[in-house]
């Protein structure tokens, strides 16, 4: 495998296992993982996966980067930061380190000065859309000095990334916007159906939201935005709560992003949303 790209994926969850797979689609790259699931009791499950796939696996953060031209965060956006700063530990001054947790502008920027400091070079991702379906080809803007250089190096083992900006934290921030958009929409529009379909009222409310927006089918809508909740609300909310951080640190009420956030925790895994 001679002039392979060493890929390390830090998190070997729904992100970090599709697109280790795809990775090793390719014959190029190779992939190392580490999930602090690997330690639970889940573990053996998760580990015996990652071999099956042809993932190698490392007893810890830094044993899975020792090898890595990229490491690759892909955990919750709530330890996003920790995991940063735990990496600027071990990281080389070769090594670049591609974080793509839905966290705030703040946390990615806190996370850029740590990594910097250790003189390897961190490079923040937004990731634009959901990632099963497109896989590896999900759209993703990064942001920092090395944001060129990892989207030339990524694009050319099949990634879709875009170098929007060579300051950390504005990338986030587009995503983070946009999602106070997409996940209230959500939220709302779930219990605006659940309300109305009580009621019996849901063919009239739907018929006056379809006049006020022509060209939208609210019916449909109502039960594609349930199934998104309903499979993804954890995920979403803790990206929510990350939304309500960037508002209160901007001097903003994050309130309504955190409610939002808990109207997508409520609703994950419930059946009969829409």
């Given amino acids: 495998?001679?002039?392979?790209?060493?890929?390390?994926?830090?998190?070997?969850?729904?992100?970090?296992?599709?697109f280790a797979r795809e990775f090793l689609a390719r014959g190029d790259v190779r992939v190392t993982a580490y999930d602090i699931k690997f330690d639970s009791a889940e573990g053996p499950a998760l580990l015996a996966r990652a071999k099956a796939a042809g993932v190698?696996?490392?007893a810890n953060h830094a044993a899975a980067a020792a090898n890595a031209n990229i490491v690759i965060s892909a955990v919750t956006a709530d330890v996003a930061l920790a995991v940063a700063e735990q990496a600027a530990g071990y990281l080389r001054k070769d090594q670049i380190f591609f974080d793509i947790n839905s966290a705030s502008p703040g946390a990615k920027t806190k996370a850029a000065k740590a990594v910097n400091a250790s003189g390897a070079r961190y490079v923040e991702g937004a990731v634009m859309a959901p990632v099963p379906g497109p896989g590896i080809k999900v759209p993703i803007l990064a942001g920092g000095p090395a944001a060129a250089e990892v989207a030339e190096m990524l694009n050319a083992i099949g990634m879709n990334v875009t170098a929007v900006t060579t300051e950390p934290g504005r990338a986030s921030a587009t995503k983070l916007?946009?999602?106070?958009?997409?996940?209230?929409?959500?939220?709302?529009i779930v219990d605006c159906a659940a309300a109305s379909k009580q009621w019996g009222v849901q063919k009239e409310v739907f018929a006056s939201l379809e006049a006020s927006f022509p060209g939208i089918d609210f019916a449909k809508l109502a039960t594609d935005m349930a199934g998104r909740v309903r499979q993804h609300g954890v995920r979403r909310a803790a990206e929510m709560r990350?939304?309500?951080?960037?508002?209160?640190?901007?001097?903003?009420?994050?309130?309504?992003?955190?409610?939002?956030?808990?109207?997508?925790q409520r609703g994950a895994g419930k059946a009969g949303l829409d």
Avoid at 177 to 188: D, T, V, Y
């Fill in 242 to 264: 990350e939304a309500g951080m960037m508002l209160d640190d901007l001097g903003r009420d994050g309130g309504l992003s955190r409610a939002v956030a808990d109207a997508q």
């Fill in 56 to 58: 190698a696996t490392g």
């Fill in 1 to 18: 495998m001679k002039n392979s790209v060493n890929i390390t994926m830090i998190g070997y969850g729904e992100v970090g296992s599709v």
């Fill in 177 to 188: 916007c946009r999602s106070i958009m997409i996940k209230g929409i959500e939220a709302l």
